[in-house]
């Protein structure tokens, strides 16, 4: 199984290696597309030390047969979108600059930033589909009051 044994506490550590590898991959999705890049070079050099500001990382299991590796990748003006699937564990990563103004539609789990949280792995909502964890709407955003 994809990142070892999948009961009891993900440890802080695990849970940092979890958001890098989705956001790792997520970046080499969004270099491989036909469009411009949103990742900036700050980001991408940032996740050799951890999880950099503007990137979300939410977690989730599927319901369907298990694929080997199966992603999509959806842009909304800066912001960038991009669901992966590792056998029956999905990751979505939402990157932009300063801070994701998107969030999953679905109640997803999120891991990071930060990952000083206790989650489980009895916590991971399902999904039937990456499409469905993909969609996203608008984070409300608070209006400073003069």
């Given at each position: 199984a994809a990142f070892g044994a999948r009961s009891g506490?993900?440890?802080a550590h695990t849970q940092l290696v979890i958001c890098r590898w989705f956001a790792k991959t997520a970046v080499l999705a969004?270099?491989?597309?036909?469009?411009?890049?949103?990742v900036?070079?700050?980001a991408r050099h940032g996740l050799q030390r951890g999880l950099p500001a503007g990137f979300d990382v939410y977690l989730a299991r599927h319901a369907g047969p298990?694929?080997?590796l199966e992603y999509r990748v959806a842009q909304d003006g800066a912001a960038f979108a991009c669901a992966i699937r590792l056998g029956d564990l999905v990751g979505v990563v939402l990157f932009e600059e300063p801070r994701p103004g998107l969030r999953p539609e679905k109640a997803?789990?999120?891991?990071?930033?930060?990952q000083t949280r206790r989650i489980t792995w009895a916590q991971l909502p399902t999904v039937q589909s990456i499409d469905e964890s993909?969609?996203?709407?608008?984070r409300a955003r608070r209006v400073a009051s003069s």
């Amino acid at each position: 199984a994809a990142f070892g044994a999948r009961s009891g506490v993900i440890p802080a550590h695990t849970q940092l290696v979890i958001c890098r590898w989705f956001a790792k991959t997520a970046v080499l999705a969004d270099a491989a597309g036909k469009r411009r890049t949103r990742v900036g070079a700050a980001a991408r050099h940032g996740l050799q030390r951890g999880l950099p500001a503007g990137f979300d990382v939410y977690l989730a299991r599927h319901a369907g047969p298990r694929l080997r590796l199966e992603y999509r990748v959806a842009q909304d003006g800066a912001a960038f979108a991009c669901a992966i699937r590792l056998g029956d564990l999905v990751g979505v990563v939402l990157f932009e600059e300063p801070r994701p103004g998107l969030r999953p539609e679905k109640a997803l789990l999120h891991i990071g930033p930060p990952q000083t949280r206790r989650i489980t792995w009895a916590q991971l909502p399902t999904v039937q589909s990456i499409d469905e964890s993909l969609r996203s709407r608008q984070r409300a955003r608070r209006v400073a009051s003069s």
